[in-house]
């Protein structure tokens, strides 16, 4: 069993950024491939952003270019860079972590922002 823990979610402009952050208990964080997603109110939840455990990364059409993801193995952290926050990137944003047929979800962090 993994637990994930996001944390740096809040209320920015537009034109702002933030970082997510997503801290996991697991020793082999390396293993495991991460992805961040996101759901807005009465919308399903979307892929924002992935990163294999090779460091290979992969975004979503509408972040390309504003968002950048990445991770720290040592540190067991996968992170979410936010650039140019718009207020359709209003949402609940969570960490996933993946490896052959298991996956675990965080809590999710909320990500608010303004015009």
């Known amino acids: 069993q993994v637990q994930l823990a996001e944390s740096g979610g809040g209320l920015v402009q537009a034109g702002g950024s933030l970082r997510l952050s997503c801290a996991a208990s697991?020793?082999?964080?390396?293993?495991?491939?991460m992805g961040w997603y996101r759901q807005a109110p009465g919308k399903q939840r979307e892929l924002v952003a992935v990163?294999?455990?090779?460091?290979?990364?992969d975004y979503a059409d509408s972040v390309k270019g504003r968002f950048t993801i990445s991770r720290d193995n040592a540190k067991k952290t996968t992170y979410l860079q936010m650039n140019s926050l718009k207020p359709e990137d209003t949402a609940v944003y969570y960490c996933?972590?993946?490896?052959?047929?298991?996956?675990?979800w965080g809590q999710g962090t909320q990500v608010t922002v303004s015009s």
């Open positions: 697991t020793s082999i964080f390396g293993i495991y491939g």
């Open positions: 990163i294999s455990s090779g460091g290979s990364t």
């Open positions: 996933k972590a993946h490896a052959g047929p298991f996956e675990y």
